[in-house]
């Protein structure tokens, strides 16, 4: 495959965004309508308690030309979790898909821990607007850690395939200490889980079903599939689980195919893309989205920094084969 | 109304030597009846840490079946280890339920982390023994009742029970973590889920007991026995907010039940209260109810909700 880029078309910082967010566009994940496309994407404010960080999810509205924005969203899509809930420090990505007339939102909830530094777990929010403001169908989350996923179970994407949801999505394998002075990393993986309703949801229960390339120390995150005829093509990104915030050990997006749903060949020499040369991409890439408009394919992806400038724009020459 | 006679203190952590990690403490206890004694398991702490933080273990006692005040051996180590890095139980194992079947002994146990806005969170972890009930192994290092939409945090206070050919779990989920003098404090309901295996859950996703002294009334340690053609519940409750002293601290509520489901709250018919004085005279909480040779039996948490042990009370005349 050849993904040919079109560069950097959204920098967060040249727009005003709600809930005071100043930096950050990640993990961009594109709801097509007639004449436009809303790209959904989680950016950052700082919380005054303690300055850390809070991820909001915003959108920006783009011609189909996916070049001439149109408007960013002017109020909060979805509001934080509340106190002591799975989502109240931020939800950073969400995955949205049309069903019905409603739009689901599966959110990926960020908590602080003491020990470690964060745990997460997929929420469900549905759109009855059309994509403008979604709603919680509970204070906690659909999928969370179970038996042989303890920990960090988030950045899902979901597909109905016939009358099955599908869902891809990672799951913490565990914290490790790759350092006495370092704090503890953590190392996670992708699996997969259906649903009949997209709200109760059976995983395959810590079955990794993407292979390893970088060792069992690897990390995956993101996974995002698209069928063209008939054969399922994932992306997903992939990085070292210690140094990884340069060029070295930083993420690389891969690639993985299916023709049965259950059985994934990875083979990230077909992926199409890789960092570039020079620029905003150059150090790494990562949070691919792939989608389809008017006949096209395109790749949304993050850059350096994973997103704290913006997010690019990759179009595919020829065909996902 | 039942008549339940107290018999006193059974336990006092204070007075075991050479545990370290039993210092104070001795909660939740949950009986697992032998030829001739009766193991009882309860949760324990080391001393607290420099920043006055616990955790918690879970570990037993056996008590001589003809004289339940007598204690017979403690064991030499918790029954379960803490978990690992940023899993769910890496801050304590508490409270325990323990549940013979077959050659096994099953343990379903509550899981703590620490979290930066809430002091912690908790959800519902799996041990089995082949030995007895000395050593259990975790069925895994995540946990098999977890948070859900409606049961967002806190799944806590398992009891495991066998019932009509299934497995039934009682247990207790946050609904909310209020500000009481800038601290929050978690308010938690009765609920309760079903199984086939004992390890994948149908939750009911009900309130099973209403409530009475405020909406935000916390209620913990649903101890369900069957007696005389009908579920009995015992269980404890308290305000949301200051109730660490006789106040508003736990007392033991009743409710019944002839489907498991559906639960009629009666707390006029627990009989049992604090006492004038003593031990158990500020707070009672965590009743496990327990049958033995022709007695039925109640054993619970007194004052600071069981620092200083747990004591047994005896029904006198019948469940019905």
């Not at chain 1, 005054?48 to 996916?66: C, E, P, Q, T």
């Not at chain 1, 054969?231 to 990884?244: G, I, V």
């Not at chain 2, 967002?152 to 398992?158: D, E, K, M, R």
């Not at chain 2, 295996?197 to 996703?205: F, P, T």
């Amino acid at each position: 495959m050849k993904w040919k880029k079109l560069g950097k078309i959204f920098d967060p910082t040249q727009h005003k965004l709600p809930n005071d967010c100043t930096h950050f566009a990640q993990s961009p994940q594109a709801l097509v309508f007639r004449d436009f496309v809303r790209i959904y994407f989680s950016t950052r404010s700082i919380d005054k308690s303690n300055g850390k960080y809070l991820s909001h999810i915003a959108f920006v509205d783009m011609r189909k030309n996916l070049h001439d924005i149109i408007r960013v969203s002017e109020k909060t899509v979805i509001p934080l979790g509340k106190l002591g809930c799975f989502d109240e420090h931020g939800i950073f990505p969400m995955n949205v898909m049309r069903h019905g007339d409603a739009v689901y939102g599966y959110t990926c909830g960020w908590n602080r821990r003491i020990s470690v530094s964060v745990d997460t777990a997929i929420g469900l929010a549905i759109s009855r607007d059309d994509g403008l403001t979604f709603q919680r169908i509970g204070d906690g989350p659909v999928m969370a850690a179970s038996l042989h996923e303890p920990c960090l179970v988030g950045d899902c994407f979901v597909k109905v395939i016939g009358d099955v949801f599908h869902m891809w999505y990672i799951f913490g394998k565990g914290w490790k200490r790759f350092s006495a002075e370092a704090p503890p990393d953590r190392i996670y993986k992708i699996s997969h889980a259906v649903s009949t309703d997209g709200i109760h949801w059976i995983k395959e229960e810590a079955r990794q079903i993407i292979a390893n390339r970088l060792g069992a120390d690897e990390s995956q995150a993101l996974p995002t599939v698209i069928e063209i005829d008939s054969k399922y093509h994932m992306f997903f990104c992939y990085r070292y689980s210690s140094d990884y915030r340069g060029r070295e050990n930083g993420y690389r997006i891969g690639y993985a195919s299916s023709t049965n749903l259950t059985d994934w060949v990875r083979d990230d020499a077909k992926a199409g893309i890789d960092v570039s040369e020079e620029g905003w991409d150059a150090e790494m890439i990562s949070y691919p989205h792939v989608f389809a408009l008017d006949g096209k394919t395109y790749l949304a992806y993050l850059g350096n920094q994973v997103g704290r400038h913006g997010f690019g724009l990759a179009e595919l020459d020829g065909k996902l084969a | 109304m039942f008549k339940w006679k107290k018999l006193g203190k059974v336990f006092t952590p204070q007075k075991v030597e050479g545990r370290s990690w039993l210092k104070e403490f001795a909660q939740a206890p949950a009986s697992l009846v032998f030829d001739d004694f009766v193991r009882v398991y309860f949760s324990c702490r080391p001393s607290a840490d420099e920043n006055g933080q616990y955790v918690s273990y879970s570990a037993y006692i056996d008590l001589d079946r003809a004289d339940l005040f007598k204690v017979r051996h403690v064991s030499e180590q918790p029954i379960l280890s803490l978990g690992g890095l940023g899993e769910f139980d890496e801050f304590g194992t508490y409270p325990v339920s323990v549940i013979r079947r077959g050659a096994e002994v099953r343990a379903y146990y509550a899981g703590w982390s620490r979290c930066e806005s809430v002091p912690f969170n908790v959800a519902i972890g799996l041990a089995i023994s082949r030995d007895g009930g000395v050593t259990f192994t975790k069925l895994g290092n995540g946990p098999i009742l977890s948070y859900s939409p409606d049961e967002p945090f806190v799944l806590s206070g398992p009891k495991i029970r066998w019932f009509n050919d299934a497995w039934y779990l009682w247990y207790i989920a946050g609904r909310k973590w209020k500000m009481v003098d800038e601290r929050a404090e978690p308010v938690y309901k009765i609920r309760m889920a079903s199984s086939s295996d004992g390890i994948h859950w149908n939750k009911a996703n009900k309130d099973l007991i209403e409530s009475r002294i405020e909406e935000d009334e916390a209620q913990a340690s649903p101890d369900v026995f069957y007696a005389n053609g009908k579920y009995h519940m015992f269980f404890c409750y308290r305000y949301s907010s200051h109730y660490r002293g006789k106040e508003n601290g736990y007392r033991i509520g009743y409710a019944s039940s002839t489907n498991l489901i559906d639960w009629v709250r009666d707390d006029t018919k627990a009989g049992i209260d604090v006492s004038e004085e003593g031990w158990d005279a500020e707070m009672i909480s965590y009743p496990h109810v327990f049958e033995l040779d022709g007695e039925t039996y109640l054993a619970y948490l007194g004052n600071q909700v069981g620092r200083y042990g747990f004591g047994l009370a005896v029904l006198d005349g019948k469940l019905e």
